[in-house]
């Protein structure tokens, strides 16, 4: 080789290796220099998240009847990016979605600035619409794939259903767009019922289809737990016919009935009237979502001598049979009527007839300290700590608030207020014997496969009163039930019921006095007597009725004995009293204050 | 050069020859059980992605579908269905429920009677 073949040689391998060597060069600088910035920007592109989410737990009543649970729905989602032509896709979704077209255009024309390229371009992610039912994606995307257009994706989804609409909508509650309780048993049990979302990192090509073996780190959804509520659906329909039926009937203003074991607290149906459909959030009222039965407070009214009575025979100040001058009907001391005139009556006549002069006097007997104490043993004043959110402690004034009135007042149910599940609760406590029972609404909570996780056992609080006590009261409560007492269409035919009315006049804004129009009238007994299975109160706020006939013993009694008879053949009770066929009850005077 | 020396020098290197085909068999066969394999794994990450989403459509007929039984067969449901007639049901009255005693054991014997009839005892009782 002569000596110029050898330069040229050696200058194409000079030439070759500085080629070889820029071209490394790049290579370092894009692999090792630039590679986070470009792997940044590629995962960008085409890496995504995919979340699996979790199904919210379902609630069931106490048989297993599905209350709460879910239907899979669509949300569509569209990729700019992939679209070409938005208008032909714009008609295509606006059919089939039910969307104007000019809405879809103005949502598919949507700009991001991207980070990572500088620069604006059109959004990879924009939520037509959600809660599409599955059905209509599956039209949606066979006629895409017959179009063989591109960039629309079905998200899964869910939504909350409630199979029997309106029946214990204010217990159930709500959930909100995001699937989190916003009300109700739904609130309450939230962190039961919601699950945990799962996750799967992968990547996708350029036309969006996600490249299988790129798959990433993957995470499995864990479901929320189901919730057993102690509510049987049997009886929650009869309290819901009754209530409509009385709804129908009186007009009134709102209503509740509770329905309890008293022995154990557990609620076994709740009703309250205005109620509302919480499959349809739109357009409801906020005063239907109440639940009034812990929200609101009322005056109790005679139902409340329950309390003083029992505090007085617990206390052993009186017996059952001690006559107390009842004033013929005028306690001039402390400006105190009786709606009729009695010059003596004994204890248990006192709660038979509902003498508010009677009851005032064991009041004064027991004295402001220990009858303070009663009521708030009762559990009056405090929370009952039900599962139920938005409770209210109802209001007892200290006793430095009392005036001298207050001790003849408050053992009539007056200057006092409670919520419905407190007195039903506080009856309870008469109809076992003394023991103030933990209101419950939730029996249990168990996993997808059906073991129990939790278990919400009856809770006893205190005991509140001697047995011998809520025995006598018992037999009083017995006797109200009768021609004898305020109560008698409380009635049932064949059961010993025992129960006490409640009559309240509500105040009047314009006057500053009670109102001689308005009144919330109340009934809460349990049956049957002796061996109670139910406590219940029906308690019904401004009944449209005539002025004479708005009592409790005339509004709400006949509607605790309708549900009391029908769910006591739905509870299989056996008849304890005998009585002759078509035996008709005789009632003398409904009234009582 | 001898003949024999030339035959020698052109003899053609077999060994040789068999080690590169060797080399570019196993080379070329790498490289396409590579590629096969490469493309068997997207075969089967096509299958398994079409599984998955049937087996979610499946769950989610089946959730529709049990969704779709709970509304048809809840209290309020039933309730609109007897209301409307469409389940016909009549009242027990108060006069057509017997209630029947605690089952008693017999006197003899200890066996359980869920019926006990007091007068043929007697009767029988009597004629004794």
Redesign the interface.
């Known amino acids: 080789m002569n000596h110029t073949a050898q330069k040229r040689a050696l200058f194409s391998c000079f030439a070759l290796a500085g080629c070889f060597t820029v071209f490394s060069a790049r290579l370092i600088d894009l692999q090792v220099t630039k590679h986070d910035e470009y792997a940044k920007i590629a995962l960008e592109i085409h890496g995504t998240r995919q979340t699996k989410p979790a199904q919210r737990g379902r609630i069931m009543d106490i048989h297993g009847?599905?209350l709460a649970?879910?239907?899979?729905v669509r949300t569509v989602v569209a990729d700019a990016t992939l679209i070409n032509d938005h208008a032909e896709m714009a008609t295509l979704l606006s059919t089939a979605l039910g969307i104007p077209h000019a809405q879809v255009m103005e949502k598919l024309s949507r700009t991001v600035y991207s980070q990572a390229l500088k620069k604006e371009m059109p959004s990879p992610y924009i939520v037509l619409k959600k809660e599409v039912p599955?059905n209509v994606t599956s039209d949606l995307s066979a006629k895409l794939a017959e179009r063989k257009m591109r960039g629309i994706a079905f998200e899964?989804a869910?939504t909350r259903?409630y199979?029997?609409?309106?029946?214990l909508c204010h217990v159930l509650g709500y959930v909100n767009g995001r699937n989190e309780g916003v009300d109700g048993v739904e609130r309450t049990m939230d962190q039961f019922l919601r699950g945990h979302d799962g996750f799967r990192y992968s990547e996708r090509d350029r036309t969006g289809k996600?490249?299988?073996?790129y798959r990433g780190q993957e995470r499995d959804a864990r479901n929320g737990n189901n919730v057993r509520l102690t509510i049987d659906?049997?009886l929650?329909?009869i309290v819901e016919?009754e209530m409509d039926a009385a709804i129908k009937q009186f007009h009134p203003k709102s209503a509740t009935v509770i329905l309890m074991q008293p022995k154990t607290g557990e609620i076994l149906a709740l009703s309250n009237r205005p109620n509302y459909n919480p499959n349809v959030q739109e357009g409801v009222p906020e005063d239907h979502r109440r639940d009034r039965a812990v929200t609101d407070g009322v005056e109790p009214g005679s139902t409340f001598k329950i309390v003083t009575t029992t505090a007085a025979l617990t206390e052993k100040i009186v017996r059952a049979d001690t006559m107390i001058n009842c004033e013929n009907g005028y306690f001039a001391s402390f400006h105190l009527h009786d709606h009729h005139p009695y010059p003596d009556l004994s204890v248990h006549d006192i709660l038979v007839h509902s003498s508010n002069i009677g009851a005032a006097k064991l009041g004064i007997q027991l004295g402001d300290q220990r009858f303070y104490d009663y009521v708030r043993r009762f559990g009056f004043g405090e929370r009952t700590g039900v599962n139920l959110p938005g409770e209210v402690s109802g209001i007892v004034h200290p006793l430095h608030a009392w005036s001298k009135y207050s001790i003849t007042r408050i053992p009539m149910g007056q200057e006092v207020e409670a919520t419905p599940l407190q007195i039903v609760t506080a009856m309870s406590a008469i109809a076992n014997g003394g023991h103030l029972m933990m209101p419950q609404i939730i029996h249990d909570i168990t996993d997808e496969q059906g073991h129990v996780i939790a278990k919400f056992p009856a809770q006893e609080i205190r005991q509140v009163a001697s047995k011998a006590a809520t025995d006598a009261v018992r037999d009083a409560l017995v006797d109200v039930v009768s021609p004898k007492g305020t109560a008698a269409l409380a009635h049932v035919?064949?059961y010993k019921v025992a129960g006490k009315t409640g009559t309240a006049q509500k105040y009047d804004e314009k006057t500053h006095l009670p109102s001689h129009e308005r009144y919330t009238v109340s009934f809460v007994g349990f049956m049957p007597a002796d061996d109670p299975a139910f406590a219940c109160l029906v308690l019904v706020d401004e009944a449209q009725v005539s002025h004479d006939k708005n009592y409790g013993g005339m509004v709400a009694a006949p509607v605790f004995s309708r549900i009391a008879e029908k769910a006591a053949r739905y509870l299989g009770l056996?008849?304890t009293v005998e009585e002759p066929?078509g035996s008709v009850m005789v009632h003398n005077d409904y009234r009582d204050q | 050069m001898s003949a024999n020396r030339r035959r020698h020098a052109n003899a053609i290197p077999i060994a040789s020859f068999v080690t590169w085909a060797l080399i570019g068999i196993f080379a070329g066969g790498g490289g396409l059980a590579y590629v096969w394999c490469k493309n068997q794994l997207y075969t089967t990450g096509s299958e398994i992605k079409s599984l998955e989403r049937e087996l979610v459509d499946l769950k989610n007929k089946n959730e529709v579908a049990e969704s779709k039984i709970a509304q048809l067969s809840s209290t309020a449901k039933l309730q609109e269905r007897y209301d409307t007639g469409f389940i016909k049901l009549v009242p027990i009255t108060n006069d057509h429920i017997t209630v029947l005693s605690n089952s008693t054991a017999a006197p003899n014997t200890g066996e359980l009677r869920p019926v006990s009839n007091e007068k043929s005892v007697s009767s029988e009782r009597i004629h004794e």
């Open positions: 009847e599905s649970q879910n239907e899979p599955v899964t869910s259903v199979p029997n609409e309106h029946m996600e490249i299988f073996v659906m049997g929650q329909n016919m035919v064949g056996k008849p066929m």
